[in-house]
């Protein structure tokens, strides 16, 4: 049983930073992928990044150049760097991994961007 624990998520100011992490245990899997995708009230959800198990990195043009993915796969954990923040990327963040087709998914975790 896969299970992915998100953290970090929490009210920040705009132009704040915060910094997400999602574990995944119950499992000795090795995911080919890992990523972020976020749903803002009233939008469907979409890709935030992710990050193969090569290290190879996929940004959503709205954060390029503000957010940072990155992984440890011996921990299966991956993060989610969040600088230089907007009213618009309010939204519940999930974690996201896949083994081959498989796809598991995180409970999410809101992140609340307002002054």
């Known amino acids: 049983q896969v299970q992915l624990v998100e953290s970090g998520g929490g009210l920040v100011q705009p132009g704040g930073s915060l910094r997400l992490s999602c574990l995944a245990s119950g499992s000795g899997l090795s995911f080919d992928a890992m990523g972020w995708y976020r749903q803002a009230p009233g939008k469907q959800r979409e890709l935030v990044a992710d990050?193969?198990?090569?290290?190879?990195?996929n940004y959503a043009d709205s954060v390029k150049g503000r957010f940072t993915i990155s992984r440890v796969n011996a921990k299966n954990t991956v993060y989610l760097e969040m600088n230089s923040l907007k009213r618009e990327d309010t939204a519940v963040y999930y974690c996201?991994?896949?083994?081959?087709?498989?796809?598991?998914w995180g409970q999410g975790t809101q992140v609340p961007v307002s002054s």
């Open positions: 990050i193969s198990s090569g290290g190879i990195t």
């Open positions: 996201n991994a896949r083994w081959t087709i498989i796809q598991y």
